[in-house]
């Protein structure tokens, strides 16, 4: 055990926003509006607690450590049963699974999803950051005033062997499809479980992490890690991000000697950490490393779990013959003025709409594409496979054919 450093503090205080909220099990009805009379609105009562439409949330206590959780769980809009879903897994699931529920279960620009939150039963802060502190780290440090941590290897058997099978007895999950997210402390617990477990889930994605944690002991197995990597063993995608002011890099020498002492290196740990893991077998191994620009530790939470869902649910796409995409060439007409002109590359297909893009279009199918940024659309065949038309999924033209003139 080491004595506890400045770093400690800033893993305490640097949470990140959270939105607080309550979790319904029932999604409520709408509210009336309010009624105005001159000019003034009437009184708003006493007021309720917001809640998450479609969302539910269980609480357990784990056999493995007798600690108590709260698994939040999101589904999409169009849930179907008889379908298996990929899974998000978020730790900090009071602080992050709010938001990360809206990014998961319903963006036009990823597969649905089922979004798991990870969490406590409480709503008050002070213990959830106690909880996390014990939870998310893999060995104890002395504090001021105790010795705090070194939870984590009991609280990844209890993800493995406890949350994921309550999960995938409640609803259909695609077991080969499975992520971990953590921030922070968060973000240590992920590479903790990449190193040590790395068939436990699809993609990791480990957002700030702390690898200063404990003289970055988290790195001891990343050797054996990378055996069985570059043997071939392992087939997975690693995102690790940062925030660009987490670590100074300017020409003030005491600031880097400061930087030096303390041993957070928050950025430049993990750039080094994904530049050596990237070149272990990049044929089965997808490493991302992305850097907010100007963002802080706090700051940067927000843009984490955008890209964190993108990267965990990116949709599975089809390699289609270059004469099978030629079929979709043309223009389409949507209105008198607005048309939609789809055309070949060497990568495939793009389409621009009068006045945007080009956008990359991407094969779900033979009929259905993804649109870079933008959502998806379908393409219209008749009887003898012929492309008559496309359809948008989203946007003022949602649901309109667009006709194919040329």
């Keep these: 055990m080491r004595k506890i450093s400045v770093c400690f503090i800033f893993a305490v205080v640097a949470l990140g926003v959270g939105t607080h909220v309550s979790v319904a099990e029932q999604t409520p009805s709408r509210p009336q509006t309010p009624s105005v009379t001159a000019g003034v609105m009437s009184d708003g009562g006493e007021g309720a607690p917001v809640t998450l439409p479609g969302a539910l949330q269980y609480d357990i206590t784990s ?15 169009n849930y179907q049963p008889t379908l298996a879903y990929p899974v998000l897994y978020v730790l900090d699931g009071n602080l992050r699974f ?68 309550f999960v995938m007895t409640r609803y259909r999950v695609d077991s080969a499809k499975q992520s971990l997210f953590g921030y922070s402390l ?3 617990a992920v590479l903790r479980s990449l190193f040590l477990n790395p068939e436990s889930f699809s993609t990791y994605i480990a957002g700030s992490p702390s690898i200063w944690w404990n003289n970055r002991e988290v790195l001891a197995d990343e050797a054996a890690f990378s055996t069985r990597a570059r043997a071939g063993e392992l ?23 400061a930087d030096a002492k303390d041993g957070s290196r928050m950025v430049d740990n993990a750039s080094e950490l994904a530049a050596r893991l990237a070149v272990l077998n990049p044929e089965q191994i997808t490493v991302v490393r992305t850097i907010f620009d100007g963002e802080s530790h706090n700051t940067a939470v927000a843009a984490t779990l955008s890209r964190a869902v993108r990267f965990a649910l990116s949709p599975t796409m089809m390699r289609l013959a270059p004469e099978v995409l030629a079929r979709y060439v043309g223009i389409y007409q949507i209105t008198p003025t607005i048309t939609i002109i789809v055309r070949q590359t060497s990568d495939g297909l793009t389409g621009q709409v009068t006045g945007r893009g080009p956008y990359s279009l991407f094969a779900k199918s033979e009929t259905e594409f993804y649109v870079e940024d933008w959502g998806r659309v379908t393409f219209e065949r008749d009887s003898t496979g012929v492309v008559t038309g496309l359809v948008p999924r989203q946007g003022p033209f949602s649901g309109t054919s667009a006709i194919k003139v040329k």
Excluded: C, M, W
């Design 98 to 165: 709010p938001s990360a529920n809206r990014y998961g279960t319903n963006s036009i620009t990823t597969d649905p999803g089922i979004v798991v939150g990870i969490g406590y039963p409480t709503d008050d802060f002070g213990d959830i950051v106690q909880a996390r502190l014990f939870d998310l780290t893999p060995s104890p440090v002395v504090g001021p005033t105790q010795t705090v941590g070194g939870g984590l290897d009991a609280f990844l058997r209890v993800i493995e062997e406890e949350v994921k099978p």
């Design 235 to 257: 087939r997975l995608k690693l995102l690790i991000t940062s925030a660009e002011d987490e670590q100074y890099h300017g020409n003030d020498t005491q600031r880097l000697a």
């Design 186 to 188: 968060g973000g240590l």
């Design 63 to 77: 056999q493995i450590n007798g600690r108590a959780y709260r698994i939040f769980v999101s589904t999409p809009d």
